[in-house]
């Protein structure tokens, strides 16, 4: 099996910062993507950003030049950097891998317990 542990969220003012730790353990075989998700209340959740085994990463246009996504491969963990923050990035992340336990499974997505990251006014 395999588990995330998140880490980072809080409370913080309008054009703060905060950073994410997503580290995943277990048995793992291999890991393809690793990303952020997102739920506000009263939404569908949506992708954050996204960074491939390769080293790419994708973002969402909502956080394009404001969010920073970083993976260490070597420790299975992925940070995410947010910065000026605004109040509409108030929601529940979701840190979510798509992983292989053994050589021989198919690739399954993992989803973490969820961090809050609240961004007042």
């Known amino acids: 099996q395999v588990q995330l542990v998140e880490s980072g969220g809080g409370l913080v003012q309008a054009g703060g910062s905060l950073r994410l730790s997503c580290a995943a353990s277990?048995?793992?075989?291999?890991?393809?993507?690793m990303g952020w998700y997102r739920q506000a209340p009263g939404k569908q959740r949506e992708l954050v950003a996204v960074a491939t085994y390769g080293g790419s990463a994708n973002y969402a246009d909502s956080v394009k030049g404001r969010f920073t996504l970083v993976r260490d491969t070597a420790k299975n963990t992925i940070y995410l950097h947010m910065n000026s923050l605004k109040p509409e990035d108030t929601a529940v992340y979701y840190c979510t891998v798509e992983a292989q336990e053994h050589y021989y499974s198919d690739l399954e997505d993992y989803w973490g317990q969820g961090t809050q990251v609240t961004v007042s006014s």
């Open positions: 277990g048995t793992i075989f291999s890991i393809a993507d």
